[in-house]
């Protein structure tokens, strides 16, 4: 253990002792749930395929100082519409049973004030395949003068899915191709919606009766399996054919039993009825059943379109709707109208009079009116006309018009609305016509022009109406912002002028508006008034609760402001210590405005005067507290950089290495932090495993001059574990009660890919290229070849390739493991070449060895060459290495010594073989100071520590998960 201490130590870059201590947000996202694949698709693009249904759980890790907030949002919408709100902030987004209307661009954003924010995206694709459906269509046309008939038929099958299916006909279990025969066509319709394919049948002959099968399948992608439909066609297939036992349009009496049948006059399968009620489901105690629809006792409710429809996927469905009317009456109201040509207001003798009276009926059109006279029928004259849909007034209403007003015509008249012969009770409305008859005025009473409660009382609201008749009143909301009632209506009308509010809220504050109604009153312009309605409530103060952190013996001044509050001033404000009562603080001199925060200064922190700290503040309603933690005690060591993946990684032996960089936020503010313990524990089933806790070497302290200065980053630690499955966990424990603590965790999952970083030069610790990074360790295709090499792994490669060549997997045989290869079909030809060129590497040393696997498989292999571009003279080639042919399908290794004179590169070239079976891959390239190995290590059984210089065991403790602790102690 303690030798691992100095190799921890040895790796701590010297460089880094300098850097800021404030650093902008950086970012990544990776996916832990349950996905199908995570690829590469052709313009470079990551693409996370799940299968509709399952759990979609994407991880966004980030760095920087101070911590970063992440927010997650999707391309034309926000990331919450169909998900849990609170993962939209967090660093993980689970999606549970994710949708296909889900699939789309998804983006991570990181920001913490330092820079720009850093955004990251990934493509999240959702894999379904539905039930497809198979309608029949039937066309007959007339040939050479009506001698005899064609029928074509055209089978059309439809389906959605992600990726887009493959269709497959089949007559009984024969494949159907395009252009089979003179009587089959296959072909993909224009303007549809979803995926369709076509089966024609032309000029339809005695063999094309069968049963017919539209198989559809996304070739397995995500374990979607494939679906199928069939159809029997015969030479009484058709389409449904429906009519009606009642009219389309029925009116019927509250309280009766109504029975509508559908009935079925055609169609062949035989085809499935379904009734329906548009809007809205069907009425409770309906009974649709074999077509026929029953509902008891109908009410005015009920009234509504009914639609019977047939489909037997023949055709067109056969549809038949019932307009189904029952009788009713409701809301008789009345309208007083004076002269309207001169524009009158009032009531005048010698002038024109309008009295109207209006029902909502159904049907409405069959309303009839009567109009009586003091109790007697109105008889109609010169002067006394009764009209019927006046165009100024709601459809069917009777107007009764009094031609130049005598003092006769005063009295009380009375409108009765009626459906003739129908059982639905007669609504009446009365009018009185005299001098007494005024238009209405509104005003509010004395006092109650504000109207001011607390927040969760009851509050009413009055205006008063005179004249005669006392139409009613109509409240709204004068508040633009606010323009529905707190009844979530726009408009409420209230016989009495008063609107009753139950436990008022503040956001029902503002302004009321009270109107008079132009029914059941005079039809003249709405008289109106104001009401202000004031809902007092407690404050809201800022910061509810925070940590103060000030160095001992130095002063800090504590403050609690008030954010909002109704009365919005502080009425009073108390400080407690511990509990204990303060005395108040220096009164604030009184200025135009009351204070809206109230300050505690403490001249210096000491041990005795750090502790909780409570302010409450009153503003006559209630009380808000801020409250305050006050001590020396030092901030949370921060990870200012580190790696959710390996840096570095030798796969055979399960070497993964990581980089571990914190930082202490406002060192000088604080009792600074002595010294820092990296420790290791392994992690068994549910977290616990034996072993315990392993701390790897003794306490680091900071570097010298850097622990009470801000703004340097405590030095990296690249430590280097052998970890085969599960978990590597870095995290902080807390020390001393005084200590600071903070974490950071870097998972590694056995089922996905490592992303390693591109050595920065060559020959160094770790130079083990395993082409993980896309930027392929700096590699680059040659430019004068006639063909590239490819990067790819077990998932990103073709589907169809051919057989018996190319590695199954690269030589961890992991399936997310990437491998370089050529591609030898078409349009490939016998001797063409594919280069790929290493960087420009320095010549330290005189001898160098490059390792490589290499993978020659098929009987068509041409040859794999290694050459030495030498850079000394000028570009020189020289081959190396060459092996040529068949060498199994298994990976090998090659050693290859190299004495270059000067500045070099390597090449690895491809040769094309004879045929399309010669695909040569090869992966994990190293390059070496030294000679090379006269026989082969089994990476297995031993693990070569960095910086050891010789092998060693690993420690027994140290095999499958772990978690890493970081322990800040304090003084």
């Not at 887009?164 to 072909?187: C, E, M």
Request: positive net charge.
């Amino acid at each position: 253990m303690e030798v691992t201490c100095l190799l921890l130590l040895a790796l701590i870059p010297f460089h880094c002792r300098g850097q800021g201590v404030y650093a902008p947000a950086q970012a990544q996202i990776v996916h832990a749930g349950q996905a199908c694949v995570v690829k590469e698709d052709n313009i470079s693009e990551r693409v996370y395929t799940i299968r509709e249904g399952d759990t979609l759980v994407l991880q966004c890790l980030v760095t920087g100082h101070p911590r970063p907030q992440v927010r997650w949002t999707k391309t034309a919408g926000s990331a919450s519409d169909k998900f849990q709100e609170t993962s939209v902030f967090n660093e993980t987004l689970r999606i549970e049973r994710i949708a296909r209307t889900q699939g789309g661009r998804y983006y991570c954003k990181a920001e913490n004030g330092v820079g720009v924010p850093a955004i990251k995206s990934i493509r999240v694709d959702v894999q379904y395949l539905d039930e497809p459906v198979l309608t029949v269509h039937q066309t007959v046309s007339d040939v050479r003068g009506n001698f005899y008939q064609e029928k074509t038929v055209f089978l059309r099958c439809t389906v959605n899915s992600n990726p887009p299916a493959r269709f497959i006909w089949k007559r009984g279990s024969d494949t159907l191709s395009h252009s089979q025969d003179n009587g089959v066509d296959i072909y993909e319709p224009l303007y549809t919606q979803g995926e369709t394919k076509v089966l024609k049948l032309k000029n339809l002959r005695p063999q094309d009766y069968a049963s017919y099968t539209c198989q559809v399948s996304v070739r397995n992608v995500c374990g979607v399996p494939d679906k199928a439909v069939t159809f029997r066609l015969t030479n009484t297939t058709a389409p449904p054919a429906l009519k009606l036992s009642v009219n389309e349009t029925l009116v019927v009496n509250p309280g009766e039993n109504v029975t509508v049948q559908c009935l079925l006059t055609g169609g062949d399968p035989l085809p499935q009825l379904q009734w329906s009620h548009g809007p809205g489901l069907l009425p409770l105690g309906a009974l649709a059943q074999s077509g026929t629809l029953s509902i008891p006792s109908v009410q005015a409710r009920d009234s509504g379109y009914y639609n019977c429809t047939a489909t037997n996927n023949v055709g067109n469905p056969a549809k038949k709707t019932v307009n189904l009317l029952v009788r009713s009456m409701k809301n008789a109201t009345f309208q007083i109208t004076p002269d309207v040509i001169k524009e009158s207001e009032n009531i005048q003798l010698g002038q024109d009079l309008k009295l109207s009276c209006h029902v909502d009926a159904v049907p409405q059109e069959k309303v009839t009116y009567q109009w009586f006279k003091n109790g007697k029928p109105a008889r109609m004259s010169k002067r006394l006309l009764v009209t019927r849909n006046d165009p100024e007034l709601p459809a069917v209403t009777s107007s009764l018009e009094l031609i130049d007003l005598h003092f006769s015509d005063y009295g009380t008249y009375l409108c009765v609305a009626s459906f003739p012969g129908a059982p639905v009770p007669d609504l009446s409305v009365e009018v009185n016509i005299s001098s007494e008859t005024v238009p209405p005025t509104i005003s509010v009473p004395k006092g109650r022009a504000v109207v001011t409660v607390r927040e969760g009382s009851p509050a009413e609201l009055q205006c008063e109406v005179r004249g005669k008749p006392r139409p009613p009143v109509l409240w709204s909301r004068v508040d633009k912002e606010a323009a529905l009632l707190p009844s979530g209506l726009p408009l409420e009308e209230t016989p009495d002028g008063k609107l009753r509010l139950e436990h008022v809220s503040r956001d029902m504050s503002g302004t009321y508006r009270c109107q008079t109604a132009r029914y059941n009153g005079f039809n003249v312009r709405p008289r109106e008034a104001q009401v202000q309605l004031n809902v007092q409530f407690p404050p809201e103060v800022e910061p509810s609760s925070q940590d103060v952190r000030q160095a001992l013996g130095r002063p800090v001044l504590l403050r609690c402001s008030l954010l909002r509050g109704s009365p919005q001033r502080i009425a009073s404000a108390v400080w407690r210590f511990k509990g204990q009562l303060l005395p108040p603080p220096p009164s604030v001199p009184v200025a135009a405005e009351a204070p809206d925060h109230s300050e505690l200064r403490l001249d210096a922190v000491t041990r005795d005067s750090s502790g909780s700290y409570e302010c409450s503040i009153s503003n006559d309603v209630g009380s808000a507290t801020c409250l305050f933690q006050v001590s020396a005690k030092a901030y949370s060591p921060e990870f200012y950089f580190d790696t959710p993946n390996p840096t570095r990684s030798h796969k055979l032996s399960k070497n993964y290495s990581y980089v571990l960089q914190w930082t202490q936020r406002e060192p000088d503010a604080v009792d600074p932090l002595l010294n820092y313990r990296l420790s290791v524990r392994q992690v068994g089933q549910g977290g616990q495993g034996p072993g315990g806790r392993l701390t790897l070497g003794m306490s680091i302290k900071p570097w010298e001059g850097v622990g009470g200065r801000a703004g340097h980053i405590w030095p990296p630690y690249r430590p280097l574990f052998r970890a085969r499955e599960g978990v590597l966990d870095t995290a902080t424990e807390a020390g001393r009660p005084r200590g600071g603590q903070g974490g950071r965790s870097v998972t590694r999952r056995p089922e996905e890919p490592d992303s390693l970083s591109p050595p920065h030069s060559w020959p160094n610790a770790d130079n083990t290229c395993h082409f993980e990074d896309e930027k392929i360790c700096g590699y680059t295709q040659d430019l004068t070849d006639n063909f590239d090499w490819t990067r790819q792994n077990a998932l990103t490669q073709n589907p169809k390739r051919s057989p018996n060549t190319g590695p199954p997997t690269d030589i961890s045989g992991t399936p997310e493991g990437y491998y370089m290869f050529i591609e030898t079909s078409r349009p490939r030809e016998l001797g063409d070449r594919a280069r790929l060129v290493s960087p420009l590497y320095n010549a330290s040393a005189k001898f160098y060895c490059v390792s490589f696997f290499y993978h020659m498989y098929g009987k068509h292999i041409g040859s794999l060459n290694l050459l030495v571009r030498s850079r000394n003279k000028g570009p020189l080639d020289t081959h190396a290495w060459s092996l040529s042919g068949n060498k199994g399908n298994v990976w090998q290794q090659a050693h290859v010594p190299i004495n270059p004179s000067g500045p070099f590169q390597i090449i690895f070239e491809g040769v094309r073989g004879s045929g399309y079976l010669g695909d040569i891959a090869i992966d994990d390239v190293t390059l070496k100071k030294g000679e090379c190995p006269r026989k082969q290590m089994d990476p297995n059984k031993v693990v070569v520590m960095p910086g050891s210089g010789a092998p060693r065991q690993p420690h027994p403790q140290l095999w499958g998960p772990m978690v890493i602790f970081l322990l800040a102690l304090q003084r």
